[in-house]
């Protein structure tokens, strides 16, 4: 921000105080969760729509800084894919087998930016009192972190703050940040007052933290018998954890899940990682975090080696998880409950994906159409979860069908695109979310007294493979981007 003039605010019904934020590195002992509060002006009045015209009456000039050209992340991700990767994963010689096999399979998937898009934005309300305590209420997933940044905002020693935790409204990640916390306690002391904030739904999607982009180029190779005998996969990707320090032998390990353990018995493997630099960008993790890419990436290619090998594609993995049992029933289970491999009405087709969530494994056949103008409708989608003993069977059921809703918001609609160093998106309009089109899902437990896994992200991740998988079923047209739109 370079200037701004307040009066017009100040002179509206309401407003008590104009209040401009220098921005302010978080250090905390918690790492940099919530780095780089940016500057900015914020409008303090009785009632949010007050707040809201004032905030419009502002003349604000600003410096847009060396960011202001940023853009085609797309294209700078896929300049980045001739440079070598760290190896994440190396079994056996994946180059040599490559060299000898009999059939060759390539292709190149990309992800964009993703929005947790929560149903309600960010929102905090921070009392900074005059005898040195501060009390937040806020919907936050980190009240450790959230107590940090507010004890340093507020100038005041952590043991002074309490958090008291609110219903989140929708979390999936964002809410593990703490830059909403650290403004609600600014404005509290600020103001000499208890302040509520409250972000747009435009702020809330424009200033996320999101998912990062990834550009993923696979090979494969089979033998003579249609026998897989190699998998590589190099991922180009901006890394998250490099806001908590210089990243663990140049691995960030969370843009490798689900890809350097990728489960098939493939006799070499070779998974290697080229950290992007786009600092610029805000990074966070997103439900299911790197899972959710690379099944889609994984999963998808996995059937186009079945194609390739002139195999069904349920069989397929089938007979290359024999030594993954939970993998294994899991995937079995889906199968069965789908009906995989009966006839269907004219015009839809099946698809099969399965991921983990450490230790749980999710499996689901969706059951797709797409219309003749490439509209894609899914009508159904079967899930089977092995998640070991199960605790509450309800919550399990809720957890695994909101997954899919999220998923398919993701794979059919979720994108965030940077122009001139600006995201482009801002609400529902042109960041829509799963709501009229949601499918029937039916959700399957795997009897099991395997080790107890969590069931809050693991339904997302094949979720947008089995889509795709299904639209190729369909149509005979492949999904390497997305999100999905229209099939041309």
């Known amino acids: 921000m370079k200037s701004f003039d307040a009066a017009r605010a100040r ?45 419009r009456a502002l003349q604000i000039t600003w410096d847009e800084g060396a960011n202001a050209t940023l853009g085609d992340i797309p294209g700078k991700l896929a300049s980045l894919a001739s440079q070598a990767g760290v190896s994440a994963r190396k079994d056996g010689d994946a180059s040599a087998a490559l060299a000898g096999a009999a059939k060759k399979i390539d292709a190149v998937y990309t992800v964009p930016f993703l929005h947790h898009a929560t149903m309600e934005p960010m929102n905090c309300t921070a009392h900074v009192r ?39 409204g929708g979390g999936f990640g964002r809410r593990l940040e703490s830059d909403f916390v650290a403004e609600a306690v600014r404005l509290s002391k600020a103001a000499n007052a208890p302040v509520k ?11 996320g933290f999101y998912r990062p982009a990834t550009y993923n180029r696979l090979r494969a190779g089979l033998d003579a018998q249609n026998k897989p005998v190699a998998w590589t996969h190099h991922i180009v990707a901006p890394p998250i954890l490099l806001k908590f320090g210089p990243l663990q032998n140049g691995i960030d390990r969370t843009l490798i899940d689900g890809a350097a353990d990728v489960p098939y018995a ?17 990074l966070g993790f997103w439900r299911s975090v790197g899972a959710s890419q690379n099944a889609f990436v994984v999963e998808s290619f996995m059937d186009e080696l079945a194609v390739a090998a002139g195999r069904d594609p349920y ?39 399965i991921a983990e969530w ?25 899930c089977a979860v092995d998640c070991g003993p199960v605790v509450n069977p309800d919550t399990l059921e809720a957890q695994m069908q909101g997954g899919v809703a999220f998923g398919l918001s993701a794979a059919l609609y979720g994108e965030i695109t940077i122009e001139n160093g600006r995201v482009q998106q801002g609400n529902f309009t042109d960041y829509p979310v799963l709501i009229p089109e949601m499918p029937v899902v039916e959700v399957y437990t795997v009897p099991s007294t395997d080790t107890l896994g969590g069931i809050g992200e693991p339904s997302v991740p094949p979720t947008a493979p089995a889509v795709c998988n299904a639209i ?13 739109g229209k099939v041309s």
């Open 315 to 353: 069989e397929f993995r089938r007979e290359l998880l024999q030594a993954k049992p939970r993998h294994l029933r899991t995937l079995e289970l889906a199968a069965t409950k789908a009906g995989w491999g009966t006839p269907l009405p004219a015009g839809h087709a099946r698809g099969i994906a």
């Open 266 to 282: 493939f006799p070499n493997v070779f998974v290697d990682q080229v950290a992007a630099d786009l600092p610029a960008i805000p």
């Open 11 to 55: 002179a509206l019904p309401g407003v008590r105080h104009v209040v401009q934020l220098e921005s302010t590195p978080w250090t905390g002992t918690g790492g940099a969760w919530g780095v780089g509060t940016e500057s900015g002006i914020a409008v303090v009045a009785d009632t949010y729509w007050q707040a809201v015209e004032g905030r």
């Open 472 to 484: 190729f079923a369909a149509t005979g047209k492949r999904i390497r981007s997305l999100p999905i």
């Open 358 to 382: 450490e230790p749980t494994t999710c499996a689901e056949v969706a059951e797709v159409s797409v219309a003749p103008d490439g509209t894609v409708r899914v009508h159904r989608v079967v």
């Open 197 to 207: 904030v409250i972000w747009s739904r435009e702020d809330d999607t424009k200033h």
């Open 130 to 168: 005059a005898d040195g305590t501060c009390d937040v209420w806020g919907p936050t997933q980190n009240q450790t972190r959230a107590q940090e940044v507010a004890a340093e905002a507020a100038g005041v020693p952590k043991e002074k703050v309490r958090i008291h935790t609110t219903l989140l």
